[in-house]
Each structure stands twice: as C-alpha cells, then as structure tokens.
T-cell receptor
C-alpha cells in the first residue's frame, strides 16, 4: 500500500508569490493534517481536516488556507509568501480525526527567496 | 497555552541505553506521542501513551505520568541507525483539537 504522498518535493518561490502544496492520504484515511517544520524545530500545526471539514487551525495568519476534496486529498495554499515561510511542509493522515497514529508524508521543501 | 520541553541534544554509544525526557503543560491533554525523524526525512511514529505507565515495543519503551506532566522514551541496545531527532508531541484538545503539538526535538547521536 502506498503511504502518504506529497507534491512537489521541492519548490522555490519569490516573496509575494502564492504556492499550492498537495497531499494524498493513505487509502482509507479520512483525516489530513498540515504542519510546518522550520529547520531545527519540531513541526508546528497549521490545519486539520476530516471528512472535508476543517477540524482545527493552528496559530498561522490568514495567508494560509487549505481544503480537503471528496477523495480525501488536500491542498495547502499560502499567499503573499514571506522569507519566513521557508520550511518543510508536512502532511499527515489518519483514519479519523482522533486516531492515535498519524502517518507523515515525505514533505515539501519550500524555499522563498 | 502549551509548553513542551525536551533536551536539545544527547550522545550515547552503541549498545548502551538512553532515556529522553519530555515535560509538558497542557490544558486539554489527550495523549502523548513519540516520533523519530532522520535528517531530511518525515517523522515516523514510535509510541503513544494516554494512560499512566510504561508501553514497550521492542527496543523502544515510553512512559507517561499525567499527574507530573512527564514522559520519557527509553532506547535500549542502541544502534548507529538510531541517530536521529526524537520528537515528543501531545494532543491537546483545547488548543488544537485532535492535531499534535510538538516539542523542538532531541537530536541523539550514537557513536561506536
């Protein structure tokens, strides 16, 4: 079985641009969470979706938005990119929103110049 | 708010035992998790504790004391491949629903 997949693997953008990151959860998993991991830090929670509805939001500005599709895949959008948005963006899937285990994808490395 | 503390770095030798501590302060605790993350890779799930006590899984064990806001991850018979960052995370339903709040991670270096 395929694990969590994310695309693209790497991305370089300039300040002020917009970016869309994609995630496909493990087959059968209905919950997707997004995290931002800056180098040397632990992942920071951005959003959680379950059954296409937002179930949680971390302390991130409104420039960050996300959605989940009927097939449970998800997109994270970031507008008006700042240098500080450079990070590894991780997607995690779980069977349900309260499941014990979250399985992480390989991440998208975003560099903002 | 929430606060999760773990040591920044630890070193150990092959075959030894190492204990990585984690302390937390949360208002809506509903589980503690340990993840392993090798450099440049995604975190992988190691353990989950929601009740007090010790959970053992092969060379890895995790302990939780909810009254003390304390957990540790115990790694036995260390191998070189155990060199990685170990992330302590809590589920705090009042702060983040069912998502996870991570500490900054402990970088473990295992030498021969």
């Amino acid at each position: 079985d395929a694990g969590v997949t994310q695309s693209p693997t790497h991305l370089i953008k300039t300040r002020g641009q917009q970016v869309t990151l994609r995630c496909s959860p493990i087959s059968g998993h209905k919950s997707v969470s997004w995290y931002q991991q800056v180098l040397g830090q632990g992942p920071q929670f951005i959003f959680q979706y379950y059954e296409k509805e937002e179930r949680g939001r971390g302390n991130f500005p409104d420039r960050f938005s996300a959605r989940q599709f009927p097939n449970y895949s998800s997109e994270l959008n970031v507008n008006a990119l700042l240098l500080g948005d450079s990070a590894l963006y991780l997607c995690a899937s779980s069977l349900a929103s309260g499941s014990a285990e979250q399985y992480f994808g390989p991440g998208t490395r975003l560099t903002v110049t | 708010g929430q606060n999760i503390d773990q040591p920044t770095e630890m070193t150990a030798t092959e075959g030894a035992i190492v204990q990585i501590n984690c302390t937390y302060q949360t208002s809506g605790f509903n589980g503690l998790f340990w993840y392993q993350q090798h450099a440049g890779e995604a975190p992988t799930f190691l353990s989950y504790n929601v009740l007090d006590g010790l959970e053992e899984k092969g060379r890895f064990s995790s302990f939780l004391s909810r009254s003390k806001g304390y957990s540790y991850l115990l790694l036995k018979e260390l191998q070189m491949k155990d060199s990685a960052s170990y992330l302590c995370a809590v589920r705090d339903e009042e702060q983040a629903g069912t998502a996870l709040i991570f500490g900054k991670g402990t970088t473990l270096s295992v030498s021969s």
